[in-house]
């Protein structure tokens, strides 16, 4: 394992970042192997003598799931009228349950949940128990990347206008250490800045 003189993530620590700021996502496959690799679930610096493959840039608000996510708690519309669920849905009557759900019930009991988790956070603000936070990576341009789960969490975040959004940090490239720094001075000094959302209305 890496080491860099104080300056690699702390096991579990989180940081505050602005949800736009992420340009795509972790890999599972591949951040398994990662983690297998190196032991531990997050905290990970990934050295720079190798190309990693393992970060996916994606136009996040045009997703399947992040348009669903707005049409449910924007627009009121019923999850059973979103893409997202017809796919779940689909795999499950075509016998390929995903690991969302391996049932009908199972999934509308998921997404009922989903909804008790928005509201909660449109009340309360995120919860930081290490557990329940999105994870955030780091490519070697210092570029930011979330998951590999954690995607509806996501959307609420971007579609509440939360400025500042608690992540555990996951995997740092060896040459963003410099870029974490930075990230990690700002969430130091706003410690309970994932209860600040953006003013106006919700977009």
């Not at 032991?39 to 610096?45: E, L, P, T």
């Not at 689909?90 to 391996?102: L, S």
């Amino acid at each position: 394992m890496v080491r860099c003189q104080g300056l690699e993530p702390e096991r579990n620590e989180i940081v505050f970042l602005d949800p736009r700021q992420i340009v795509g996502n972790v890999n599972l496959a591949k951040y398994r192997q990662i983690q297998e690799a190196m032991g531990c679930r997050n905290g990970i610096i990934l050295p720079s003598n190798r190309d990693w493959t393992c970060f996916s840039k994606r136009e996040i608000q045009s997703e399947d799931f992040f348009i669903s996510c707005k049409m449910r708690w924007v627009d009121g519309v019923e999850w059973e009228e979103t893409a997202i669920f017809q796919k779940y849905l689909n795999r499950i009557r075509q016998g390929a349950p995903a690991k969302e759900a391996k049932t009908e019930e199972a999934l509308r009991k998921r997404y009922r949940r989903l909804d008790r988790i928005y509201e909660s956070v449109r009340k309360n603000g995120f919860d930081t128990s290490t557990e329940n936070l999105v994870l955030v990576s780091l490519d070697q341009g210092g570029d930011l990347y979330w998951g590999p789960d954690g995607r509806h969490r996501l959307a609420m975040g971007i579609l509440l206008n939360v400025e500042a959004m608690p992540f555990c940090v996951s995997l740092v490239h060896q040459d963003a250490l410099d870029h974490f720094q930075s990230i990690r001075l700002m969430s130091r000094a706003h410690p309970h800045s994932h209860l600040s959302f953006r003013r106006g209305s919700v977009s």
